[in-house]
């Protein structure tokens, strides 16, 4: 599936599903010099029972275009945005290493867009 953030394009698998945001959403964030291709077990996994899933590459990573975001609030605020654009309202947010951080920041401070967080390595 591809998004536009910012003007660029985002690349995120569905777990070979179609992606739909009325569905209870699972979005599942890399960590450092990696990709979406991480979370592919998990995402088929997930979209074959009854989720929405975006394995998302971010800004520079993978598929997707953009420069590298700086920081962590940056990666944060980016994966909201990025939320918007899929109409993602509400979502469980799974973040392996790096990935974690900007999970944590995004439940810090936007607590109304999360269910639940999952935080891996």
Do not use: C
């Not at 179609?18 to 979406?36: E, K, V």
């Not at 605020?77 to 974690?100: E, F, N, P, Y």
């Amino acid at each position: 599936m591809e998004l536009n953030v910012d003007g660029h394009p985002v690349f995120a698998a569905t777990g070979g599903r179609d992606f739909d945001p009325a569905l209870p959403t699972i979005i599942f964030i890399h960590g450092a010099s990696m990709n979406r291709t991480v979370w592919s077990a998990q995402a088929r996994y997930f979209a074959h029972r009854g989720h929405a899933v975006l394995a998302v590459d971010l800004p520079g990573h993978g598929n997707s275009g953009g420069p590298l975001l700086e920081t962590i609030s940056d990666i944060a605020d980016w994966i909201v945005r990025m939320m918007d654009a899929a109409g993602v309202k509400t979502a469980v947010l799974a973040g392996h290493s790096m990935g974690s951080l900007p999970v944590l920041e995004i439940a810090a401070r936007y607590p109304d867009r999360i269910v639940r967080i999952v935080m891996l390595g």
